[in-house]
């Protein structure tokens, strides 16, 4: 069992930057893709961006290039530094981890997620 705690949510005006935080613990062993998915108030929840644990990264559409996802093994957490930061990113974002790539493969984990609130 695989336990995610994000943290760095909160209120950002447009055009603004945050950073999230999501430290992983428990049987991080089997962990080789952390991601952060988001999940707006009406909508379903979407892939935002992934990252293994060798470095490689994939991200949605609706975020390249404003959005920056790293993560430290050595303190097992990873983190979305977001950018250029719109009224439509307003959401809940979720960390996630899983044993094969992201979107594609499933999410094992989830963390309660923190919420991401732009305004305009």
């Known amino acids: 069992q695989v336990q995610l705690v994000e943290s760095g949510g909160g209120l950002v005006q447009a055009g603004g930057s945050l950073r999230l935080s999501c430290a992983a613990s428990?049987?991080?062993?089997?962990?080789?893709?952390m991601g952060w998915y988001r999940q707006a108030p009406g909508k379903q929840r979407e892939f935002v961006a992934g990252?293994?644990?060798?470095?490689?990264?994939n991200y949605a559409d609706s975020v390249k290039g404003r959005f920056t996802i790293s993560r430290d093994n050595a303190k097992n957490t990873v983190y979305l530094q977001m950018s250029s930061l719109k009224p439509e990113d307003t959401a809940v974002y979720y960390c996630a981890a899983s044993r094969g790539l992201l979107p594609a493969y499933g999410v094992e984990s989830w963390g309660k997620g923190t919420l991401v609130t732009v305004s305009s």
């Open positions: 428990g049987s991080i062993v089997s962990i080789n893709v």
């Open positions: 990252i293994t644990r060798d470095g490689r990264t």
